[in-house]
């Protein structure tokens, strides 16, 4: 069976590079930012981290359904899950907050049932893992949230099998406190078991699971399918279209198979594509056009370039802020490029545009 490595999300073409011309501005702009993401221009670290937590926070019931699946059994469909607040958790929490984890809230109508929290944890390196460092977390919660209600998972992208599973603490007549938590090992899964999933999360990490090396190009195209099929919005396609792409390392010659074996999925990536191309050049270039052709290329490079920046960051972080618009918008082209190559790698819009 073929084992994830997490260094084969720098190998290999992004998705988003079908169907550009390569003349156009806005191509180059997308092959640098596939650069960034699969560090043709040498290894950059993807914040797996953030990309779990974008993942969460957009499908939050989805996520407790494959990361937690007894407990979500038990949730109904009644029952309404959000994030917890994350100003919140970091005012009252202060060091002890955990900006890359997310606390998901189950709640039910009227009450007739006690609010359950879910606390996820995505670890890449299970190096790092702590168990105590979890357990120490679940407690935090629990006392801000007023609740003993509280389940753990840790979603695991790699494992060795020997994380800590329980934690006992106790003496010599009595064990006074016991601790476990929900374990999921992506590449423990078997990605056949998930070929047809309706959970968009488990059909988006195909290509974390368990398949044999010659399903590599029927694993990329059926995250793809099941992105364009179980998620209608445009904007969340754009969006997570690269969170397949970043997993799934096809070199070359595996793209261009790809492109001839799956032609329906193909066309789908090269729609976006277009899209994104389209979005940046109407903004951009649509001022630079009236004016003369050096100051306005000039210009349009400037205005797409901000242009594909906010989508990029609206994307990852949310709502962009009036501030950050503002110096966005006052940038020159050397200064957005930069920004456009640190985005992948910040975990924060105030690190991102140095605003400290």
């Not at 993401?37 to 779990?52: A, I």
Request: charged fraction near 25%; charge should be negative.
């Amino acid at each position: 069976m073929r084992k994830y490595r997490p260094q084969e999300q720098w190998q290999g073409l992004s998705a988003l590079s079908f169907g550009l011309t390569p003349l156009s501005w806005f191509t180059k702009l997308l092959f640098k930012y596939n650069k960034w993401t699969k560090g043709m221009d040498g290894p950059k670290r993807v914040s797996h981290d953030q990309n779990f937590k974008n993942l969460i926070i957009d499908y939050p019931r989805q996520a407790i359904e494959l990361f937690s699946p007894e407990e979500a059994r038990h949730i109904g469909p009644k029952a309404r899950v959000v994030p917890l607040r994350q100003e919140q958790l970091k005012e009252r929490l202060g060091e002890r907050f955990r900006e890359l984890d997310v606390p998901l809230m189950v709640e039910w109508p009227g009450g007739e049932r006690e609010a359950l929290l879910f606390v996820l944890e995505e670890e890449t390196d299970p190096d790092r893992f702590s168990i105590h460092r979890l357990a120490h977390y679940c407690l935090d919660l629990s006392e801000l949230c007023k609740t003993s209600r509280v389940v753990p998972v840790v979603i695991f992208l790699n494992t060795r099998g020997s994380e800590p599973v329980q934690l006992n603490l106790g003496g010599d007549c009595h064990e006074y406190l016991r601790f476990h938590y929900i374990r999921c090992a992506l590449q423990e899964l078997n990605a056949e078991d998930y070929w047809e999933s309706s959970n968009l999360i488990a059909r988006l990490c195909l290509n974390l699971m368990k398949w044999e090396e010659e399903q590599k190009l029927e694993v990329y195209a059926r995250a793809v399918r099941g992105l364009s099929t179980l998620e209608p919005d445009p904007e969340k396609q754009l969006k997570y279209i690269d969170f397949i792409d970043i997993y799934s390392a096809l070199d070359d010659n595996e793209m261009e198979q790809y492109k001839a074996q799956y032609p329906q999925e193909s066309n789908t990536m090269a729609t976006l594509s277009e899209r994104l191309r389209a979005e940046g050049m109407q903004q951009g270039m649509q001022q630079g056009m009236q004016q003369g052709m050096q100051q306005g290329m000039q210009q349009g490079m400037q205005q797409g370039e901000a242009a594909a920046l906010k989508k990029l960051i609206s994307l990852k972080f949310g709502e962009l802020p009036r501030w950050a618009e503002a110096q966005i918008q006052s940038a020159g082209v050397p200064e957005l490029e930069v920004w456009l190559e640190a985005i992948l790698t910040s975990d924060t819009l105030e690190s991102l545009l140095n605003r400290h």
